[in-house]
């Protein structure tokens, strides 16, 4: 599904965010930046281990030894994958909506499209942040990405950005609720 939203693009998709061509692709970390599972641990598989290095370099020399924080976004190169660049944000882990989870998954999007548009950057891909080990649930995270990002390309002119889903169910959670905000605009 695609739509455009005052002359940017906004895409659903279903695929393997580490083979997408936009010029930057966003890895769901976590706070140490030294890899993990899921869609970390295929970004860092995909680019090879020069972006372990680099991780450790912003680790070192940006964050002063410290973790990045939930909801912040940091950049490197894309190595060896088709993207020149990525943007490491850390989604927050779902603790029944107490924690303020659904501002800081806002913050993972907005911070990232903040970061990338402060780089010229016009073309990005997410995954679905926070929804497998940090357990967000899908429906809500869908209607918070959706909504921030929506939010984002109606004040600033960007370009294109897809939600690279990885499920066939996350991909109609998505239009779900894509569709929905749509009608009630
Ligand atoms: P988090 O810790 O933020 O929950 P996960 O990596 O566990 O991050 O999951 C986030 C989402 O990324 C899940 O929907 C998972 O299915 C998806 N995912 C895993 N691998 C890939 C991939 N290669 N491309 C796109 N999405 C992926």
């Not at 993990?36 to 995909?46: K, P, T």
């Not at 993972?108 to 010229?120: I, M, R, T, V």
Request: with cysteine; hydrophobic share 35%.
């Amino acid at each position: 599904m695609k739509v455009e939203i005052k002359g940017n693009t906004l895409k659903l998709m279903i695929g393997d965010i580490t083979k997408q061509e936009t010029e930057a692709i966003v890895n769901a970390a976590n706070g140490t930046l030294l890899g993990g599972g899921g869609v970390d641990g295929a970004i860092h598989r995909a680019a090879g281990k020069e972006l372990l290095e680099a991780c450790k370099e912003i680790r070192k020399n940006v964050l002063q030894g410290k973790e990045l924080p939930t909801g912040e976004a940091v950049i490197t190169k894309g190595y060896r994958l088709p993207a020149k660049y990525v943007i490491h944000t850390v989604g927050p882990v779902w603790k029944g909506n107490t924690n303020n989870e659904e501002k800081l998954l806002s913050n993972c999007y907005n911070n990232s499209l903040q970061l990338a548009k402060e780089k010229g950057i016009q073309s990005i891909s997410f995954p679905s942040i926070s929804t497998g080990v940090y357990r967000f649930p899908v429906d809500l995270a869908s209607k918070v990405a959706l909504t921030t990002i929506t939010d984002f390309l109606k004040i600033q002119p960007f370009g294109e950005v897809v939600m690279t889903l990885f499920s066939q169910n996350d991909y109609d959670v998505y239009e779900a609720s894509l569709k929905e905000m749509l009608s009630s605009d």
